[in-house]
């Protein structure tokens, strides 16, 4: 097991921006592209990623500040210390079995590609931690080792399904064929399903939403550089920064929001010629066959109802935190709630009324999960020395993506029966939102009638 561990580690240490680009040359390499294209391809993915990484930062860096400046004038103190993602992906591949995921996402993709159970084949390999978390969690609460395994598989596989059911709508939203978003956090677009279909019978949230739309209503005040700029400013206001400083916080957010558009166009530049060749592959070799290929949510980056939805939401997530019985975590270092958005982006088709309301009405899962995270991260993190765990306090994250699955899971493999009933009644939901998604119109088309 040690050569395989150390063939990860390395893989790890490469990071994402250039490990995706090393398997998009190899599949381009496979169908059949030249190799000059198939390296142009393969580097302008990943100067994209480390584009987005860069303006994610550069903005993830100028709002954190604010956000724990508005949390520290409450005067409210909290157990556990929120670490981000970051620190959660850092304990988790210091779990002993955490490696062993890399083959089982590869077996469990192979297999359902073979049964035709899937048209996606996620390369986003980068992402495995979060499988071999939810396995720790499930193993930590129920001390059965076979049951985390168990639930890492069944994550895999909806994750494939959450793939095949949005390709659709990520290339309409993107512009990019053949591309869909594999990212587990959006799961839990099944739970905000039936609050979505409620919203269908209210007119008022039937109307086109997007950013586009709304700059026809409201003008310049929907321009991408002025809305970053007055949330900015409005977020540090409410953090008590001086005008000067908030002008600042402006200015970085606002420049954040115009730069997110730019960067995302090299996602399509990149991934159009690998979709392109995979098409013509595949219908050559197996009977008109399609491939999705699977990839981070950052492909989604360029749209801004993301960003709005994002920053709107840090004073109701900081709110919720305070106000709710039983919150353990103060969102700081995770504030920036990228379930919410993405998946939210993805439901509604670019519905800004709608991806708020489902922030608002969701948000509390968030706060209880990473509560229940808490003592499970700090178990971890203190038994490997991953991380540091100051004396008397706990660490979480935050905005822990998926975390009433995770949850279910665990608790069901101990025979709680209202996790059982909660276990199925996400499934039921995964179910209805696959059924849901196939059919309905594009974001593109969705809202259309309405408005003429």
């Known amino acids: 097991m040690g050569w395989f561990e150390t063939a990860i580690q390395w893989i790890l240490n490469l990071g994402a921006a250039v490990f995706v680009p090393i398997v998009i040359f190899i599949l381009g390499l496979l169908a059949k592209m030249p190799v000059k294209r198939a390296f142009q391809s393969a580097l302008t993915l990943g100067i994209a990623f480390t584009g987005m990484n860069m303006v994610i930062g550069f903005m993830s860096s100028a709002v954190t500040p604010a956000t724990a400046a508005l949390a520290e004038s409450t005067g409210i103190s909290l157990p556990a210390i929120d670490m981000g993602w970051t620190a959660a992906a850092s304990i988790t591949w210091s779990w002993v079995y955490a490696f062993a995921f890399f083959a089982v996402q590869i077996i469990v993709n192979i297999i359902m590609l073979s049964f035709n159970l899937t048209k996606t084949l996620n390369v986003d390999m980068w992402n495995v931690w979060g499988k071999a978390l939810t396995a720790y969690i499930v193993y930590f609460v129920s001390g059965q080792l076979w049951a985390g395994f168990l639930a890492a598989v069944v994550q895999i596989a909806l994750e494939l399904k959450l793939g095949d059911m949005f390709q659709r709508h990520v290339e309409d939203l993107t512009g990019i064929p053949l591309v869909t978003v594999t990212h587990p956090m959006n799961l839990s677009a099944a739970f905000m399903m039936p609050i979505n279909k409620l919203m269908d019978k209210i007119p008022f949230l039937n109307v086109k939403a997007d950013t586009d739309s709304l700059r026809q209503k409201i003008g310049i005040f929907s321009e991408n550089s002025v809305m970053g700029f007055i949330i900015g400013f409005v977020l540090a206001l409410a953090g008590s920064y001086s005008i000067s400083d908030a002008l600042n916080l402006g200015i970085q957010v606002g420049t954040a929001m115009t730069l997110f ?163 199925v009644a996400f499934l039921l939901c995964f179910y209805w939102l696959n059924k849901d998604m196939n059919k309905v119109q594009l974001p593109s088309e969705r809202y259309a009638k309405i408005n003429e």
């Open 261 to 423: 558009p730019m960067v995302s166009k090299l996602f399509m530049q990149s991934l159009s010629p690998l979709s392109d060749a995979m098409s013509d592959f595949m219908k050559k070799r197996f009977n008109d066959r399609e491939i999705y290929i699977g990839m981070d949510w950052p492909v989604l980056g360029g749209r801004s109802e993301v960003w709005v939805t994002l920053i709107l939401m840090v004073p109701i997530f900081i709110g919720y935190s305070l106000i709710l019985p039983g919150s353990m975590v103060l969102p700081i270092a995770s504030v920036l709630n990228y379930s919410i958005a993405v998946g939210g982006l993805l439901l509604t088709g670019g519905n800004l009324y709608r991806m708020l309301i489902l922030g608002v009405i969701t948000m509390p899962i968030y706060i209880y999960g990473s509560s229940y995270l808490a003592p499970i991260l700090t178990g971890l993190a203190k038994t490997t020395g991953a991380v540091d765990v100051p004396e008397g306090n706990m660490i979480s994250w935050a905005s822990i993506e998926l975390p009433e699955l995770r949850i279910f899971l665990a608790e069901a493999f101990t025979g709680k029966v209202w996790a059982l009933i909660g276990l």
